[in-house]
């Protein structure tokens, strides 16, 4: 395996996307995938049959497929904190069945989620106040690593559907000046801090 990626490499590394293409009228139609409203578009990378095929055997020979499935079980494939890894019971539909310890997670999942859309609508709307009766108007995320980086990024995707009077800042560093400058214009009464972590056991956080 190991071989066949390095011949690949070697014989792919002069060759220029142009040509890729020059070869192949078909690449733009025959390199794509979509699914799930996602359309993967992984022409334009110098990729060629024989590196799917040797992406395919490695995903094979790796046990790919076996982790999958045993990630939708609830199996505790995270060796390190020996717990499951539950990421697909946050996107499983409600009535979906994810059994961890013999018990179905999903139900729990969504009354989380039900109870965060819940709260999230009462802040917009201005029906959740602070502790003076203010409304909130500033938002800001403490997290690090993950805890940063998925706020961020869920919120740079929805930023254009977000509540445009609020403000929504975000703070992943144990420098003391990341935190100043992300309140220096806020009124505290006006602002609600949400502190993001996964288990409230990193350190920085």
Same mark, same amino acid.
């Given at each position: 395996m190991e071989k066949g990626f390095r011949r690949i490499i070697k014989k792919i590394?002069?060759?220029h996307l142009r040509q890729l293409f020059a070869?192949?009228?078909? /690449? =733009?139609?025959?390199?794509?995938a979509e699914a799930a409203g996602i359309f993967l578009d992984y022409s334009k990378n110098r990729v060629t049959d024989e590196t799917v095929k040797l992406l395919l055997r490695?995903?094979?020979e790796s046990g790919l497929r076996d982790r999958i499935d045993a990630m939708f079980r609830g199996d505790k494939i995270n060796v390190t904190e020996k717990r499951a890894v539950l990421y697909v019971?946050?996107?499983?539909? /409600? =009535?979906?069945s994810i059994l961890v310890d013999g018990q179905n997670v999903v139900p729990e999942?969504?009354?989380v989620l039900d109870k965060m859309a819940d709260f999230s609508n009462r802040v917009r709307s201005g029906e959740w106040k602070g502790h003076t009766g203010k409304r909130i108007r500033n938002v800001i995320n403490v997290g690090i690593g993950g805890s940063d980086l998925g706020p961020v990024m869920a919120y740079e995707a929805l930023k254009h559907y977000s509540e445009p009077t609020m403000t929504f800042r975000f703070v992943s560093n144990v420098d003391g000046t990341d935190f100043a400058e992300a309140v220096r214009d806020l009124d505290a009464a006006e602002t609600l801090f949400l502190i993001s972590s996964k288990t409230f056991t990193t350190l920085e956080t």
């Open positions: 590394k002069e060759v070869d192949d009228s078909q /690449r =733009g139609e025959r390199m794509t490695l995903a094979e019971a946050l996107r499983a539909p /409600r =009535g979906a999942v969504h009354a």
